[in-house]
């Protein structure tokens, strides 16, 4: 194999890493996310390919031959973000510091010189990588070219490889056609106009019989079908036009060394300094790298008998602290780990060291007062307990407050963003079975369990300090850790469930689906897949004539908003968003939760803490917290889970908890005099809005005032409202306007949100945990909009999820304290259900009024309802 070089599209990356990395700001007020997110990006990509030489391209402003052409072109770039504009020099000054060698060629875009570049290298034998985020470059691809596509999920990278045989598969073009499909059908995020009319399929079908643009129009009477051949006679210009923007020059003219590009040593004085002032702390560590910090696994051992194990527990006894890890699948323990911060000790179970001495390790080491770091610790509990005296740490949840945008927080991204190190994650170990703990051979087994106790305990001071900076010490230790056990027991305990009262309720179900079949097909005049959107736009939008058809690439437009206004007027569509609704409830509930029952009669479900922006926990395996109860049908799913024999269950639900903390982080008086005087919270709305005495409001005008008042705490539009209440938009305007004017605290709340969201890049709850709100500072007014929006509503249920999690808290240890075999079984939103033996029910409300309504003291009291039944839609 010849030597490597990574060549990186600048321009592109950054673009990309700003978009995909949450604003941050240094002490000096400049914004870094976009570099930062860049050198996350790059260090990714060297580690991954271990180059010998490196060159990084940025487009210059010099007019080139193709910015000429854009010039003529309607469709002309959108102008760079102000707060991505000044992270260009920024990026180019830490990139020069490390002796990172940077391309600008005038008359030649980017793309141009990685091309150029990639092409002579290849001729002289090199492996090449271009990083790019432009699927342009797609067509550079060949055996020795490989290109490589970030994409930034949450905060986490994920790299799409191409080689050329990868192309073909991927796209059915090969490397040369991606011109020609530009050529056809376009790039509006490149400003590429194509031929109008012609989609992918219909150029992927011109291309398949012609293999070029040019030999289409050589033979254009033969091109099919006949609305593209039109397309293509009228619009051969911009065809001609596309084909000169889409090619990338290879043979560009200057002057290039390849010794200038050779990687030597980044961690200059220069650049540490630069990265210091940048506050970029993740990456100090690169600079003082140890050889068994950058290769832990050198100090990776695994014990092979009990002796070892009882030597290891023997060591252990005299530590203050540690980190542990801990392996296991469909509840079978497979190995746990442990480090005092020198080596890491695996012990798998083996018939030398059985699951049950794993058990009995973890017990012991967590029976004595100590500091456990661990990156899961309710899956440690299933194993030692819920009764130990170890303080725990779970890193996982600590790197979640800081960032908890990202949906996955896996440890070998936690290792490169806090130690500024690459390890393989477990797809890599796992032969690529991610999610799966199941590894074909015990050495990978053995360092995936190392990893875990090592990334725990090397990241732990880290990501607490880090916490302690931003104001969420309290929020990590007193809230998020004490629930980690209340989330155990509930799993443990589960919910049980009546099979043969869940199959009769899908047979209900599939009857009426039948039933609304038939209906469906008798108004429609014949049958068709009701499950199409294709066949049921052109059912309901030509052949019925139905109004409001948008119509989109793929046909019309059946999405629920659509035909949610055509409901009221035409039964076919009603019956159809009935059918809809009824055949997910059969599909997801009543055939779907048959598969979650456990051989015990009830569901073992899991409960999330680390998932929702917002902090609320969630539930999946399954998701019992998405159960429709709009309809009656959806209601009567309740029924099907029931408490144990003896036992009723006691559900306790917040009232209005979200306007509550409403009233009291605004500090509105009138909102919180309203509450105090325990009145009718909607009525008082509506008679303020309105100008009508209290005792005459109307049942409409109350539900009006009640969607105006659950919607100002969503941050609602007067478009929202107006749809809501099936008004108008100047209506809608008024009432809100109106419900201001009630209420000015609350609107100046709402504002200081968005103000304070925008200086900040995040607004807090009340118990300091911190959402960060990125869309803010883009340049596209949906999604500005989307974060002013969240910017108001994530304080309110953020501290909402907060109090929840508190009362939780309360009330699982007030139950264990009291000796009560009562346990809670669900949390869903504002509501906690509790399984409990009959003879505790009065000792089990006093505790969940005194956890609930105690969970906080706040401007407006909290109030709960409790009921009690013998199902849970008895409960409810």
Known sequence: MGSRIVLIDGHSIIHRAFYGIPDLTNSEGQHTNAVYGFLNIMFKILDEESPEYLAIAFDVHAPTFRHELYSDYKGTRKPMPEELRGQVPMLKEVLKAMGILIIEKAGLEADDVLGTISRRMEREGFEVSVISGDRDLLQLATDKIKIRIPKTKQGRTEVEDYYAENVKERYQITPAQVIEMKALMGDASDNIPGVPGIGEKTALKILTEFGTVENAYARIDDVKPPRAMKAMKEHRDLAELSHTLATIDTDGQFDFNIEDARIKNFYTQEAYLLFKKLEFKNFLDRFEKKDEETLPDKRFKTLKSQDELKRLLSDLSSKSAIGFGV???????????????????????????????????????????????????????????????????????????????????????????????????????????????????????????????????????????????????????????????VLSSMENVGIRVEANELSRYGEALGGQIKDLESRIYESAGEEFNINSPKQLGTVLFERLGLPSGKKTKTGYSTAA?????????????????????????????????????????????????????????????????????????????????????????????????????????????????????????????????????????????????????????????????????????????????????????????????????????????????????????????????????????????????????????????????????????????????????KDEVEAVREILMDAMVGAADMAVPFEIDIHEGGNWLEAK
């Open 327 to 485: 392996a296991a699948w469909k509840g079978e323990l497979l190995g746990i780990s442990f480090t005092d911060g020198t080596d890491v000790f695996a012990v798998l179970v083996s018939e030398e060291i059985p699951a049950a001495a794993l058990t009995d390790s973890l017990k012991t080491v967590f029976s004595r007062d100590m500091d456990a770091y661990t990156l899961d610790y309710k899956l440690a509990t299933k194993f030692a307990g819920l009764d130990t005296k170890a303080r725990f740490h779970d890193e996982l949840v600590g790197a979640y407050l800081l960032n908890p945008l990202k949906n996955d927080y896996a440890y070998e991204d936690i290792a490169r963003e806090y130690l500024g190190i690459t390890i393989p994650g477990i797809s890599e170990l796992n032969s690529g079975k991610k999610g799966e703990v199941v590894f074909n051979d015990a050495s990978s087994l053995s360092r995936y369990v190392c990893y875990l106790a090592y990334v725990a305990f090397k990241t732990g001071p880290m990501i607490e300090a880090r916490l302690k900076e931003q104001g969420m010490e309290s929020l990590f230790y007193n809230i998020e850790m004490p629930l980690i056990p």
């Open 561 to 837: 908003d659509v035909l949610e206004k055509l409901a009221g007027e035409y039964a076919i569509v009603s019956d159809i968003l009935t059918y809809r609704q009824l055949t997910k409830l059969k599909s997801t509930y009543a055939d779907g939760l048959a598969a979650f029952i456990s051989a015990d009669g009830r569901i073992h479900g899991t409960f999330n803490q680390t998932i929702t922006a917002t902090g609320r926990i969630s539930s999946t395996e399954p998701n019992l917290q998405n159960i429709p109860v709009r309809m009656e049908i959806g209601r009567q799913l309740r029924k099907v889970f029931i408490p144990e024999e003896g036992c009723v269950f006691v559900d306790a639900d917040y009232s209005q908890i979200e306007l509550r903390i409403l009233a009291s982080l605004s500090g509105d008086e009138n909102l919180i005099k309203a509450y105090k005087e325990a009145k009718d919270i909607h009525r008082i709305t509506a008679s303020q809005v309105f100008h009508t005495p209290f005792s005459e409001v109307t049942d409409l005008q109350r539900r009006n005032a009640k969607a105006v008042n659950f919607g100002i705490v969503y941050g609602i539009s007067s478009f929202g409202l107006s749809q809501d209440l099936s008004i108008s938009r100047k209506e809608a305007e008024k009432y809100i306007a109106s419900y201001f004017a009630t209420y000015p605290g609350v609107k100046e709340f709402l504002d200081r949100s968005v103000a304070e969201a925008k200086k900040n890049g995040y607004v807090t709850t009340a118990f300091g945990r911190r959402r960060p709100v990125p869309e803010l500072s883009s340049s596209n007014f949906a999604q500005r909009s989307f974060g002013e929006r969240v910017a108001m509503n994530s304080p309110i249920q953020g501290t909402a999820a907060d109090i929840m999690k508190i009362a939780m808290i309360r009330a699982h240890n007030a139950l264990k304290k009291q000796g009560l075999k009562a346990r809670i079984a669900l949390q869903v939103h504002d509501e906690l259900l509790i399984e409990t033996p």
